[in-house]
């Protein structure tokens, strides 16, 4: 069966081209199947897996009614995370090409205020931020709702679950009661139901298949006692090496315990969790996304708004008593035509759990036996690059090509051993390849960049 073509939608022909230019040909399932209606301009209720196309989905709704010349807010995005509402705000940018010069402001907590409220006063068409960021403008009077025409909840399910809800009631009071407004969420549970029902006109339901294709997941669920769980993620690690992982846990301090336990058997983990200050937070995902690390141990709520290209592994050092949240979580591999490996450990009182997840997948569960996997050959998991953290930034008028070049042209070192370069305001993050990573610090330290020097040190032992 053939996807079907954007060109077929009520589309103008600009936001078409721009389409065709981005490669975007044919719609998604939750595309093909929420697209249509959003653009009749009714309210919906969406359900989709993570990377299932849901930002281009509400992106083109809101591309679609915006009026360039009018230089007010029209479409707000409420995202529960500040990672999220930036990925949604780049798209939003990439999509709103085609009508010139759009604004789009991310407005999200952890960075200062008052730039905000500065670049407020020239006017914004779309606001995308989370909701204790918008309501602090609210508060201030720095933004005003009431002409907007889309109002977006994106990854709802979340924003419940991380205590979003008064803010997200009050933020909805601000805005006008024509609007349209699209729910995006993977799980779609009675308490997300009950708590959106009073922000939807009749809504339209969209839900598209949430369950992975059998031959694109390799599942494999490994019963374990309960104080050997830490051991037993060790040893599906060594025996199946994947270069990625995503490894989730049900409770902070177990994500905590399992994330120190790796480390001091030599992994290259790090620990996300609700408990890290926003800096920390962005520090552990920039290693996480360079291949500086290559086990993130991470609760579901933390894992919300990660966008993570060839995910090898996805581990359930816990399994979720919530099918649909098992779907969602092994959804981070195997995207695209890539294939994916999804390990789960289940403990005796889990088994219920297990049975659970079966029946909702439609498929039985494929039980292995922990006792027949052998260490591979190659050593400690180490992560194949590391981090070296600049004191410098944008603010610095730092550039990408200024620490390439520096590192390639000034220092030798060939294009290929560097990876990814991450130029933050006060902070740049440079991926080195590990057996080059001391000497590109010592000549990077004692050398110049764009005429200065800048201090500098590595995210975790070279």
Not at 133 to 151: C, E, K, P, S, W
Not at 183 to 194: N, Q
Not at 213 to 234: C, M, N, P, S, T
Not at 284 to 292: C, E, I, T, W
Request: aromatic fraction near 6%.
């Amino acid at each position: 069966m053939t996807s079907p073509l954007f060109s077929l939608l009520p589309l103008g022909q600009p936001v078409l081209d721009n389409l065709d230019a981005m490669q975007y040909h044919s719609m998604t399932p939750i595309q093909a199947a929420s697209l249509p209606l959003i653009l009749e301009g009714r309210d919906i209720v969406a359900q989709a897996k993570t990377g299932s196309g849901k930002t281009a989905a509400f992106g083109l709704g809101i591309v679609h009614r915006l009026e360039p010349t009018a230089y007010h807010t029209q479409a707000l995005v409420l995202c529960p995370t500040r990672e999220l509402a930036e990925q949604v705000a780049n798209e939003l940018r990439r999509l709103a090409r085609a009508l010139g010069n759009i604004k789009i402001l991310t407005l999200c907590g952890g960075t200062p205020i008052r730039p905000q409220v500065e670049s407020l006063k020239f006017g914004a068409h779309v606001l995308v931020g989370t909701p204790g960021r918008i309501m602090d403008h609210i508060d201030r009077q720095t933004v005003d709702l009431g002409a907007i025409h889309t109002l977006v909840l994106d990854e709802a399910d979340r924003m419940l679950d991380m205590g979003f809800f008064d803010d997200v009631a009050k933020i909805v009071r601000n805005c006008p009661a024509t609007r349209q407004t699209l729910l995006f969420s993977a799980t779609y549970a009675d308490d997300i139901r009950k708590a959106s029902a009073r922000f939807l006109k009749q809504p339209a339901q969209v839900k598209v298949e949430s369950v992975h294709d059998a031959g694109q997941i390799v599942q494999y669920f490994y019963e374990v006692e309960g104080d050997k769980r830490l051991a037993a993620v060790a040893q599906l690690l060594e025996h199946f090496r994947p270069g990625s992982t995503l490894a989730f846990c049900n409770t902070k301090a177990q994500c905590r315990d399992l994330a120190q336990f790796l480390q001091a058997r030599g992994f290259s983990a790090l620990a996300l969790h609700g408990d890290l200050e926003q800096r920390d937070r962005e520090d552990v995902l920039v290693q996480f996304a360079n291949r500086s690390c290559s086990v993130l141990v991470a609760t579901d709520v933390a894992a919300r708004g990660l966008d993570i290209d060839s995910l090898d592994a996805v581990i359930n050092a816990e399994i979720t008593p919530d099918p649909e949240v098992h779907i969602h979580r092994i959804g981070r591999t195997g995207r695209g035509d890539a294939s994916g490996l999804a390990l789960s450990l289940c403990a005796p009182h889990e088994l219920r759990w297990a049975n659970q997840i079966e029946q909702y997948q439609g498929q039985p569960i494929q039980w292995a036996a922990l006792r027949a996997l052998k260490p591979a050959a190659g050593g400690r998991l180490r992560a194949p690059m590391v981090t070296l953290c600049i004191q410098g930034g944008k603010k610095d008028k730092l550039r990408p090509g200024d620490l390439l070049g520096a590192l390639t042209k000034d220092a030798g070192f060939e294009a290929a051993q560097i990876g990814k370069i991450n130029i933050l305001d006060q902070v740049s993050f440079v991926a080195l390849e590990r057996h080059i990573a001391r000497q590109a610090h010592d000549k990077l330290s004692s050398g110049n960049i764009k005429g200065r020097r800048f201090k500098m040190r590595f995210m975790a032992e070279v």
